[in-house]
């Protein structure tokens, strides 16, 4: 009987620096330019040691979606606890890399149901905090009831972020100058100019 294959330690360098290239490779060239070989050369590593650490693509795929998503809910959670939290949430989601790496999943989510599940669950867990937030940012600034629900507003700010960023990837920019206006004078009642 053949023993199981053996995986490289999750903290070693060679993974973070296989993680690293794949995630540039990710953001420059999007998921179908992302190979073995391309990681491995881009990483400066014999391509045998992107299975050494990870026994398929999808692996390190979800290697760089968790990594990122993460952080990601690293800096909304700091994003929202900030003095100007609607600012501060209005600059995350429209982060270029941010938008990038989420257009790439998606790609990716039609290809694998194991990162296509992963990326929704992060999806409801980013949403929900957003929601929760939202409903006690607006409380404080007396915001009426009878305004937009705050899971209205969440999915009509990520929706305006996400079409603006993808449209200027593809060279469109007619009304995004004045969405973002829209947008930002609204932030610009609750909280005024942004401080940082």
């Given at each position: 009987m053949a023993s199981p294959r053996r995986?490289?330690?999750?903290?070693?360098?060679?993974?973070?620096?296989?993680?690293?290239?794949?995630?540039?490779l990710l953001l420059e060239e999007?998921?179908?330019?992302?190979?073995?070989?391309?990681v491995a050369a881009r990483a400066g590593l014999k391509p045998q040691l992107v299975h050494y650490y990870f026994r398929t693509m999808e692996e390190l795929f979800l290697a760089v979606f968790r990594r990122r998503a993460e952080e990601g809910l690293e800096q909304q959670a700091k994003a929202l606890?900030?003095?100007?939290?609607?600012?501060?949430?209005?600059?995350?989601?429209?982060?270029?890399?941010?938008?990038?790496?989420t257009m790439a999943f998606t790609g990716l989510a039609g290809q694998s149901e194991k990162i296509r599940a992963e990326v929704a669950d992060y999806a409801d867990r980013f949403r929900t905090t957003q929601i929760e937030a939202l409903a006690q940012i607006l409380d404080r600034y007396g915001v009426a009831a009878e305004a937009p629900a705050?899971?209205?507003?969440?999915?009509?700010?990520?929706?305006?972020?996400?079409?603006?960023?993808?449209?200027?990837?593809?060279?469109?920019?007619?009304?995004?100058?004045?969405?973002?206006a829209l947008v930002e004078d609204h932030i610009r009642a609750l909280e005024g100019p942004p401080s940082f």
């Open positions: 995986i490289g330690a999750p903290d070693a360098k060679n993974r973070t620096v296989l993680i690293d290239a794949a995630e540039q999007g998921h179908t330019a992302v190979s073995s070989r391309r606890e900030s003095d100007q939290p609607l600012w501060a949430l209005w600059r995350f989601s429209i982060d270029p890399a941010g938008i990038a790496l705050p899971a209205a507003l969440v999915v009509l700010l990520t929706s305006v972020s996400r079409v603006v960023m993808l449209e200027e990837a593809l060279g469109v920019s007619t009304g995004h100058a004045e969405i973002t």
